[in-house]
């Protein structure tokens, strides 16, 4: 049981407490205060009040809401902070500006670190230089009966954080920021398609087959019809559908679900953005992608250089262009002659200790050793492009070498965050391209390769202008843009293991436990003279222990 804790079970008799008193401890009707940073905005110029007096402002009142965050009670009198969503304010109580036995009995006794209230008063400045609301008026929002982690040190536990992300942005103001910096970047990129004239559409979740990228999918059941559909992995055939409807450009922010590893730049369910233009190339496409990011930069009011780890990426337009044969050379070091070559390929990986199959296909060979000695050197923003036909089954052909196709993939720091190109829309290239990626699924078991989708290739029968379309992973753009090294950090709510059952917390002795701030460490405690319970032998610890209610 979550609340099986002595400690726990003493908050929870003081919301029975105050419920006796005539107070509720979860009220419904209360409305939100005025916002930190408007209340320091606005009350900024008692700092500057020329009087013999406090600095203070009588005539002006302000109801604020918040979580307490620190509490240090002073006989009649205590100082706190409460924070909401701008940040933290310092509060002051004083047992004469409440009701009589309020701040003694409700206030001294009740309220802890954890609870939400709701304070009304006037500003002042205390002799630090603090501007702070000197409250005539204290009622409790929301009783917390689990105790916040100590402030000092926050959570310490990197698990924690990601299953109990709602702790971990209590205890931390920047989790908060990076995630409503997220959004906003979201809502930039929406408003950058939408601008451009692009139409926001809503594709399927379940698919009949698993397409529109090379990846295991989750598997589910529907009940009514009577079989198995595909969470999607990527919704690409599904908004070139469109396109041949005669829809010219189309964008849909997605989530995707691949049922694979978990590691620092993959988690089974992610977001990203897909967008399909009508009558447009890869390079268009490239352009474009330029054109959004400094249109997030600008937005935004980032710098164009930004902080990676031991990085300094220079997000600058226009990026680098790189072909993929290139990279392989001239950034991975792999000679001409083994990279253009399937066998000695295929003989390098081999005498390297490299993954392989005997049966790859040049293409494959070329990609391990991309990613083995050209991807993690790709640090500031570059596109490679012109990928191998055997890796690409969905984009069109080059028509001058048609061994390769107009596409690229553009990568930040390592990692890959979009991959675009025109889009192959001759429906009989299409399906044989269809047919060799389940040919090859045969042959080697591949779980990622591509299924056949016979509507698709039957929707491309029917005419689809040239088009270029790309998708760009919203995770890991947040990751480079916020420097977060895990995609858990971006993630509010990341993929975990199930969480292993909490052991029942030993029972306490109250008798056993520090009767100031409820310490029960019998090895740090001391009996009280006269025999009246236990103390801390640590009289500075137990005083901040208590002060700040924690």
């Known amino acids: 049981m979550i609340f ?11 919301s029975e407490t105050l419920r006796k008193k005539g107070i509720n401890p979860y009220p419904n009707q209360v409305k939100k205060g005025t916002p930190s940073a408007k209340f320091l905005s606005e009350c900024a110029y008692v700092h500057d009040l020329q009087t013999d007096e406090m600095k203070q402002d009588k005539t002006k009142s302000y109801t604020l809401t918040g979580r307490l965050k620190f509490m240090r009670i002073m006989g009649k009198a205590s100082f706190a902070k409460i924070e909401d969503e701008d940040g933290l304010v310092q509060i002051y109580f004083n047992r004469d500006d409440l009701p009589e036995g309020y701040y003694n009995d409700v206030v001294k006794k009740l309220f802890e670190v954890g609870d939400i209230i709701e304070v009304t008063g006037y500003p002042f400045v205390t002799g630090t230089g603090e501007l702070t609301l000197h409250c005539l008026g204290v009622n409790l929002v929301t009783k917390a ?5 100590e402030k ?8 924690i954080k990601y299953r109990q992300r709602y702790l971990d942005m209590i205890m931390d103001a920047e989790v908060t920021k990076r995630f409503k910096l997220r959004s906003k970047i979201v809502s930039a990129i929406r408003r950058f398609f939408e601008d451009k004239g692009f139409l926001e559409v809503e594709t399927p979740m379940m698919h009949p087959i698993p397409g529109g990228a090379n990846a295991k999918p989750f598997t589910t059941h529907h009940n009514a019809l009577g079989i198995d559909r595909y969470l999607r992995i990527a919704p690409e055939l599904y908004l070139k559908r469109l396109i041949v409807g005669g829809m010219d450009a189309v964008f849909e922010i997605s989530r995707n679900f691949r049922n694979e590893g978990i590691d620092a730049t993959h988690n089974p369910e992610f977001t990203a953005i897909e967008f399909y233009w009508a009558y447009k190339t890869y390079i268009e496409l490239m352009e474009v992608t330029e054109e959004l990011f400094d249109y997030i ?3 935004l009011g980032l710098e164009r250089t930004l902080t990676y780890g031991e990085h300094q990426i220079n997000f600058q337009t226009p990026f680098a262009r790189v072909p993929w044969i290139d990279s392989i050379v001239e950034i991975g ?9 399937r066998d000695k390929g295929l003989a390098f990986l081999k005498e390297n200790n490299h993954k ?3 049966n790859w296909t040049l293409g494959y060979i070329q990609t391990e050793l991309f990613d083995e000695y050209v991807e993690a050197k790709l640090i500031n923003p570059t596109f490679i492009t012109d990928y191998p036909v055997d890796i690409s089954p969905l984009a069109r052909r080059n028509d001058e070498n048609p061994k390769i196709t107009e596409r690229f993939e553009f990568f930040v720091a390592g990692a890959e965050l979009a991959n675009g190109f025109s889009e192959l829309n001759d429906p009989i290239d299409q399906y044989e391209r269809f047919k060799a990626q389940v040919d090859a699924k045969e042959a080697t078991g591949d779980d990622e390769a591509m299924h056949m989708d016979s509507d698709f290739v039957r929707a491309l029968g029917y005419g689809m202008t040239p088009t270029a379309g790309e998708g760009i992973g919203i995770d890991r753009l947040i990751m480079m843009l916020t420097n977060q090294h895990t995609i858990r950090d971006v993630l509010l709510f990341p993929a975990m293991r199930p969480e292993a059952p909490v052991a029942e917390a030993p029972q306490v002795d109250p008798t056993k436990q520090c009767k100031k701030c ?13 025999g009246k319970g236990m103390f801390c032998m640590d009289v500075k610890a137990c005083k901040q222990r208590a002060s700040e209610r924690t």
Do not use: S
């Open 4 to 14: 099986n804790n002595q400690y726990i079970q003493e908050r929870i008799k003081k």
């Open 145 to 149: 009966i689990l105790p916040l982690p």
């Open 152 to 159: 000092f040190h926050g959570i310490q536990d990197q698990e």
């Open 297 to 299: 930069f600008d937005t």
């Open 333 to 341: 070091g792999i000679p001409r002659e083994i990279a253009e070559d």
């Open 356 to 358: 392989y199959d005997e």
């Open 518 to 530: 409820g310490h029960d460490v019998l090895e740090e405690l001391k009996p009280a003279k006269k």
